[in-house]
Nanobody, 118 residues
Framework: QVELVESGGGLVQPGGSLRLSCAPS????????MGWYRQAPGKERELVAT????????NHADVVKGRFTISADKAKNMVYLQMNSLKPEDTAVYYC???????????WGQGTQVTVSS
């Protein structure tokens, strides 16, 4: 069983920054891609950003482009989400995701709360 452990969430004022970290219990290179998703109260879970583990190709949702950056450090076996210029609408539980091309295909972390409020 693969575990993904997120950390770095918290309360931040609008315009502030946070960095989320994800530590998988298996090597990053064993997955096809890693990603961050979020779910706000009363809303569906949505994609924030993904990164392929082989080439490091990244994809960011339009609502976070220019503010958030996903990265991976294979040496440390960590995936990060740097979040700058945070807005109240970024408030959500953020989940780390790992994707592989065989069942069960997806793994999820337990989530970390990010609250943007003055």
């Amino acid at each position: 069983q693969v575990e993904l452990v997120e950390s770095g969430g918290g309360l931040v004022q609008p315009g502030g920054s946070l960095r989320l970290s994800c530590a998988p219990s298996r090597g990053i290179s064993s997955f096809t891609a890693m990603g961050w998703y979020r779910q706000a109260p009363g809303k569906e879970r949505e994609l924030v950003a993904t990164i392929t583990t082989s080439r490091g190709n990244v994809n960011h949702a339009d609502v976070v482009k220019g503010r958030f950056t996903i990265s991976a450090d294979k040496a440390k076996n960590m995936v990060y989400l740097q979040m700058n210029s945070l807005k109240p609408e970024d408030t959500a539980v953020y989940y780390c995701n790992a994707h592989q091309n065989s069942a069960p295909y997806e793994y999820w972390g337990q989530g970390t709360q990010v609250t943007v409020s003055s």
